[in-house]
């Protein structure tokens, strides 16, 4: 069987480095001119590796696919909204008639109030209510035609006839002196009197009257109307349907107006905040699709709902939140998860992360080999990253990318390679 140089060579290399290492505990001490001889022996075989035509490297054809340009972050849940239920009456609480720590939908019963003496306050407001519209109707029958206004007008003014007839009689005895002017003076008042009766009567407006009338009723309608509110606010209902997370008030306990009485959270809709740095958060458009992690309930999808205008002045990130559903019920508030925005899709090829190369910038790289077997660098970006492999963007299909054994050549070396197959 023939034994390739290559293999030779490198089987050399690793002999002479462990005989290295473990010189002093063999031999004891030894010369800085023996461990110099090894160091020379050692680099002119590594040179010679090199330089080797029979080194054969592996290499592989880039064939870029499709992968999600992402931004990451990690974030926090938050409930979709979180409100306390208020009482808007004093009282005393009767009864809980939701149960904590469950669902319940808007407009569900979460507490009942005591009534107090509203009901009868209502009966009472409404029997006034009643007699005020029988006064408007009467003020109606009044002023029709036939009415008690046009009777009364007309006895005004026969009255007003006779005592004015009364007076004239009265005048002329007083004139012949048959009576004293006292007598004439007294039936004057008395016409004056009369002719103020006839005047108020005849002021009098059907319109004017009907709107005092109604304005009674309107009234009493008012009063009836916070008088109901009231009974309807003896039970304290849910604003939204949510989490019913606990009670704030006992039975029994009596309680102010506006008095916060429960809890709400929002669970069938959650807000994960997730910080992005200022370098990437113009990347980042509300509706973009978002892959969560979340720590210990897996992986789930959300969008990006509201991105902050002015950034946290101690990290300078931006805020983005992110709507996550959660209609099974399974997230809750306060779970740590990790953030994979999609900004765009680019063409990548995946590798394994020991074909990258690393320079002193931090800058990545793969070694790739040209039609004539010269070896060249060519800058690379990571697109993603899956389990133990990178997508990497920055090369056109068909190039040759450079594998196993690309650490022993360097950039303008011609080398001898092989086209495998990418397993990673």
Known sequence: MKIRKSYISALVIAGLIVGWMYSDDLLGTSSLDETDKSKVAISELEKDVISSPDLITQAFKVLNQKVPLQVRARGVTRTGFDIDVISRRQSFVLAQVAVE????????????????????????????????????????????????WEAQIA?????????????????KLVDRGVKKPLARLQKMALLKA??????????????????A???????VDARISQLLEQLKFTKVTAAQSGWLEKFHVEVGQTIKENAP????????????DAP??????????????????????GNRQGRVSKIATSANEATRTFNVEILLD???????????????VTIDQVPAFKISPAHLNVDEAGLLSVKTVMSNGIVKIIPVMIAQTVGNAA????????????????????AGTKITYKIVEETN
């Open 101 to 148: 720590g469950g669902w319940v939908e808007s407009g569900a019963t979460l507490i009942e109030l005591d009534k107090g003496t509203l009901d009868e306050d209502i009966a009472a407001a409404r029997a006034e209510r009643k007699a005020r519209l029988t006064a408007y109707d009467d003020i109606k029958k009044r002023f029709r035609i036939g009415g008690a």
């Open 155 to 171: 006895a005004a003014t026969a009255d007003l006839e006779a005592v004015r007839s009364n007076y004239e009689s009265t005048k």
């Open 194 to 211: 009369a002719e103020m009766r006839l005047i108020e009567l005849e002021n009098q407006s059907e319109e004017l009257a009907l709107s």
């Open 213 to 219: 009338s109604y304005a009674q009723i309107k009234a």
């Open 261 to 272: 009485v429960a809890q709400i959270l929002g669970l069938k809709s959650l807000i994960l």
């Open 276 to 297: 992005i740095p200022q370098t990437q958060i113009s990347k980042i458009k509300i509706g973009d699709s978002v892959d969560l992690e979340i720590d210990g309930a």
């Open 326 to 340: 959660n209609t099974d019920m399974t997230l809750r508030a306060g779970m740590s998860a990790g953030v994979r």
């Open 391 to 410: 997508y990497v963007s920055g090369l056109t299909d068909g190039t040759v990318i450079l594998g196993m054994g690309q650490a022993f050549v360097s």
